[in-house]
Nanobody
C-alpha cells in the first residue's frame, strides 16, 4: 500500500505564514505529479498547486506570488510554503501523489488525510 502523511497545518493570523509537508511511503516505484488541494466548508475541493517530478509547477491564480510548492524526490516529500495568508485561504488542505507501485504498470492517485489551515482576520 501507499500512505501520504501531512503535517504543518494550524491557526495563523492574516498576513502570517505556514509550511505544509507531505511524505509518501510504502510500495512506491515512482511518483509523477504531487500537489495540494483544499476544501473549505460548503465548497468543492480545488487545486492549489502541483509539481511534476521535473519541478514544473502550476498554481491556482489566487495563490500565485504567495504560495510556493517544492518537492524532494529522494524523500518522496512535497512542501507548500504559504505566505501572506488570507482568511479566504482557510480550508482543509489535502496532498496527493500520482504513484506507480512496484509490480504495477499504471499510475494511481493517493491522498493524505488532510490538515486544517485556519487564517484569522
Amino acid at each position: 500500500q501507499v500512505q501520504l502523511v501531512e503535517s504543518g497545518g494550524g491557526l495563523v493570523q492574516a498576513g502570517g505564514s505556514l509550511r505544509l509537508s507531505c511524505t509518501a511511503s510504502g510500495s512506491i516505484y515512482s511518483i509523477n505529479t504531487m500537489g495540494w488541494y483544499r476544501q473549505a466548508p460548503g465548497k468543492q475541493r480545488e487545486l492549489v498547486a502541483q509539481t511534476t517530478r521535473g519541478s514544473i509547477t502550476n498554481y491556482k491564480d489566487s495563490v500565485k506570488g504567495r504560495f510556493t510548492i517544492t518537492r524532494d524526490n529522494a524523500a518522496n516529500t512535497v512542501y507548500l510554503e504559504m505566505n501572506s495568508l488570507k482568511p479566504e485561504d482557510t480550508a482543509v488542505y489535502f496532498c496527493y501523489a500520482e504513484v506507480q507501485r512496484w509490480g504495477s504498470l499504471i499510475m494511481n492517485d493517493y491522498w493524505g488525510q488532510g490538515t486544517q489551515v485556519t487564517v484569522s482576520s
